[in-house]
């Protein structure tokens, strides 16, 4: 009876659970709500010294104004590839160079792309959650093999499968909270 670590499979649960909070965290960072934010330029690569590197790692990106991105590459002679790199990323961003920095100027949105931006944040929140079923389905087999087995018993069963109903539920709210404030922030621009 003791081969079964009920809280183990608990803390399992948990961490898959928060890894998909935090990963659609992350996504919904890299979407512009029409305001300028370092973090939107981070899916972004530069083909720079023979290899492609995240923009971090060439350059620094600073936020100037509520419309208005700085990037200013560690090495000048890395500045035009910065440059084809951020226009390339499919971001619908323009920067402009001096010589020495980029400005990248944040457009205004369109009603068109708000609606398309809050199609994109609603499907990567389902991701979200469906990453946070599938870690409540992998714990809740765990226990039902354990209870089959004879492992633990019909009470600890239901007490562990209430314990990751409430997990998931709480996770789940997290994910569709964090995803109202940005439908907001896309739409009240």
Do not use: C, W
């Not at 965290?25 to 939107?40: C, D, E, F, H, Y």
């Not at 619908?92 to 199609?119: A, Q, Y």
């Amino acid at each position: 009876m003791a081969s079964f670590d009920s809280e183990e499979v608990l803390m399992e649960a948990e961490t898959g659970m928060e890894s998909a909070r935090d990963s659609f965290g992350k996504a919904l960072s890299r979407v512009r709500a029409g305001t300028a934010n370092p973090s939107q330029l981070d899916g972004v690569r530069v083909d720079a010294y023979g290899t492609q590197m995240r923009l971090r790692e060439v350059a620094t990106v600073s936020k100037a104004d509520a419309r208005l991105l700085i990037v200013k590459p560690f090495d000048a002679n890395t500045l035009s590839a910065v440059e084809k790199a951020i226009m390339n990323a499919g971001l619908g961003l323009n920067p402009s160079s001096d010589g020495v920095v980029l400005r990248v100027p944040i457009p205004h949105l369109t009603e068109e792309r708000r609606k398309d931006l809050v199609k994109e944040v609603r499907r990567a929140g389902e991701d979200a959650k469906v990453a946070i079923r599938q870690a409540r389905r992998n714990a809740n087999d765990a226990f039902k093999k354990a209870e089959k087995d004879k492992e633990i018993s019909e009470d600890e069963l239901k007490s562990a499968l209430d314990s990751i109903q409430t997990l998931t539920d709480a996770f789940t709210k997290q994910v569709d909270d964090s995803l109202g404030k940005k439908e907001s922030e896309i739409m009240d621009d």
